[in-house]
């Protein structure tokens, strides 16, 4: 019976892990956020999010853990799944990265590591407006794509969405970026590679601001995002 059960804990903190891939030979790799935690006898402070990526054995011993932590900002880990081992074996962390403190609001966060938990690179993606990442994946021509929301100022309410999509070179290059949306709120929450060098993105619109409810969205997006 090669059944576990294990406790991971960073320095008190609260964690909170996204996806696990599984290695050949039998580890698995964490990796998530946490929000770190000021604790004194009297009181528990919360700070900022940080990211979190750690290894386990067959057993469940933890073998290594890597934290990503900024004073001034917040690591925020994408949906569940979102961070996969590539074909060429790094792992890709998709998310977003906020530094309110200074000014910056969210932008698209891309971080890709070796199989130690060391960073390759790191990428921020978006302007000075809002954008968060919800889904990366490794398309079929070996680059990688992700998917989430931006969102622009509106008169009447604090932002309208986008679905919003990047796609980058194994460097992290940008190769394009795109919006895709009409009035209403429209968010991009799964994407899929498709041969060709294609994309399909599925997600949600929201017509509640035009006494609707949401909607199913699917698109099919060519290799220059059209």
Known sequence: NNTFSTTID????????????????????LVGGYLKLA?????????NQGAIITKIDSTG???????????????????????????????????SYSAYT???????LLMKYNLEGDTIW??????????????????????YAMTGIKGFDTDSLPYHYDAYLVKTD???????????????????????SLPNDELLLSG???????????????RQIDQNGE
């Open 204 to 218: 949600s619109s929201d017509f509640y601001s035009f006494n609707g409810g949401k909607a199913y969205h699917i």
């Open 10 to 29: 960073f320095e008190g903190n609260s964690e909170g892990f996204r996806s696990i891939i599984v290695l050949e030979d039998s580890t698995y790799i």
């Open 61 to 95: 011993e933890n073998l290594w853990m890597k934290n990503y932590y900024k004073e001034e900002g917040d690591y925020f880990s994408a949906l569940g799944g979102s961070s996969y081992k590539t074909k060429d074996d790094y792992i890709i962390f998709g998310g």
């Open 39 to 47: 604790i004194s006898d009297s009181s528990i402070q919360p700070l």
């Open 170 to 192: 194994t460097a992290g290059q940008l190769l394009f970026e795109a919006t895709y949306g009409e009035e209403q709120d429209d968010y991009g929450l799964s994407l899929f």
């Open 122 to 143: 790191t990428k921020r993606f978006g302007d000075a407006g809002y954008e968060a990442g919800f889904r990366c994946i490794e398309t079929s021509d070996g680059n």
């Open 102 to 108: 200074i000014g910056e609001e969210g932008n698209f």
